[in-house]
């Protein structure tokens, strides 16, 4: 079940290496979506069943909706008040948490949601008396499914790594947008009424994200020409006057020279003098 100017550019792409590279603390995924799916899990053994895998395992007590068991990590927790817009419905509650849970959880994908949980879900199911695998079940009952939950199935397919990732790097051009878009919506059953709409919505999305990303760039080229500018005209207001010259001469006189290049020490001006020679040599090229 799949729910899911030109120095600074190396810099910028290995910014963006390091961050593909951060390891997914499977731990702390599968706390984060216990938080959403296993409440009262220690009294119910069917709990992740109940609310994230299948209606026919029964419902879960009403008084239970509600975080994880005290004493649990509230780090990766999703709070109680955030709980309160969880579907009730296992499967969309199962696609909300993983959305939750990947931007809580640094470095987590949709795949490692399915790789971590499902099998925690499966044996839930079984404690319930269920045995069909988890993508039998949800095919069963996923036949019409709500506008937002069909939205957040195709969004956490869709900004998968090995799809276009979340800031939509690899979707660039239209037709890699559509080619994954279409692998996710083909995946999502229950949503072919919804198709069209969550498509308009997502190519909005991915055009904000690259034009902010290019934004972003120009910007930090902009300051870097602006700094050099600035550089570049004090330089050259140094050299209209000498003063970086006298001031180099200045420097060396005072920790250099044991007489500081005073009054009858002449020789040791002209050393500073010749010392500082290659300023002329600097200044006749600046532009």
Same mark, same amino acid.
């Given at each position: 079940? +799949?729910?899911?100017?030109?120095?600074?550019?190396?810099?910028? $792409?290995?910014?963006?290496?390091?961050?593909?590279?951060?390891?997914?603390?499977?731990?702390?995924?599968?706390?984060?979506?216990?938080?959403?799916?296993?409440?009262?899990?220690?009294?119910?053994?069917?709990?992740?069943?109940?609310?994230?895998?299948?209606?026919?395992?029964?419902?879960?007590?009403?008084?239970?909706?509600?975080?994880?068991?005290?004493?649990?990590?509230?780090?990766?927790?999703?709070?109680?008040?955030?709980?309160?817009?969880?579907?009730?419905?296992? @499967?969309?509650?199962?696609?909300?948490? &993983?959305?939750?849970?990947?931007?809580?959880?640094?470095?987590? &994908?949709?795949?490692?949601?399915?790789?971590?949980?499902?099998?925690?879900?499966?044996?839930?199911?079984?404690?319930? @008396?269920?045995?069909?695998?988890?993508?039998? &079940?949800?095919?069963?009952?996923?036949?019409? +499914?709500?506008?937002?939950?069909?939205?957040?199935?195709?969004?956490?397919? $869709?900004?998968?790594?090995?799809?276009?990732?979340?800031?939509?790097?690899?979707?660039?051009?239209?037709?890699?947008?559509?080619?994954?878009?279409?692998?996710? @919506?083909?995946?999502?059953?229950?949503?072919?009424?919804?198709?069209?709409?969550?498509? +308009?919505?997502?190519?909005?999305?991915?055009?904000?994200?690259?034009?902010?990303?290019?934004?972003?760039?120009?910007?930090?080229?902009?300051?870097?020409?602006?700094?050099?500018?600035?550089?570049?005209?004090?330089?050259?207001?140094?050299?209209?006057?000498?003063?970086?010259?006298?001031?180099?001469?200045?420097?060396?006189?005072?920790?250099?020279?044991?007489?500081?290049?005073?009054?009858?020490?002449? &020789?040791?001006?002209?050393?500073? $003098?010749?010392?500082?020679?290659?300023?002329?040599?600097?200044?006749?090229?600046?532009?």
């Amino acid at each position: 079940m +799949k729910k899911q100017t030109l120095f600074l550019l190396p810099l910028i $792409l290995l910014g963006f290496d390091a961050y593909a590279a951060t390891a997914c603390s499977r731990a702390n995924l599968t706390r984060c979506l216990d938080s959403v799916c296993a409440i009262n899990v220690s009294s119910n053994p069917a709990a992740r069943c109940q609310y994230c895998g299948t209606s026919g395992a029964g419902t879960p007590p009403k008084n239970a909706m509600r975080s994880v068991s005290v004493g649990a990590s509230a780090k990766y927790n999703i709070s109680d008040k955030e709980l309160k817009k969880a579907p009730s419905d296992p @499967g969309e509650r199962y696609a909300w948490a &993983t959305t939750q849970c990947i931007k809580k959880v640094s470095g987590c &994908t949709a795949d490692d949601v399915t790789d971590t949980y499902d099998e925690l879900i499966e044996q839930s199911c079984t404690a319930a @008396g269920i045995s069909a695998k988890m993508e039998q &079940t949800l095919t069963d009952i996923s036949k019409e +499914k709500s506008k937002s939950a069909c939205d957040s199935e195709i969004r956490v397919c $869709l900004i998968a790594d090995n799809h276009c990732t979340a800031d939509y790097r690899n979707c660039t051009a239209d037709a890699d947008f559509d080619k994954y878009f279409s692998a996710c @919506g083909i995946n999502a059953s229950g949503c072919d009424s919804y198709i069209s709409d969550i498509r +308009k919505t997502l190519i909005a999305d991915r055009d904000t994200k690259i034009k902010n990303a290019e934004n972003v760039l120009n910007q930090i080229i902009a300051s870097h020409q602006n700094t050099r500018a600035s550089k570049i005209k004090s330089i050259q207001a140094g050299c209209a006057d000498n003063s970086a010259r006298d001031t180099c001469v200045r420097t060396i006189c005072e920790r250099n020279m044991p007489n500081r290049c005073g009054d009858g020490f002449e &020789t040791e001006q002209s050393v500073a $003098l010749q010392l500082c020679k290659f300023y002329d040599v600097a200044c006749a090229t600046v532009d």
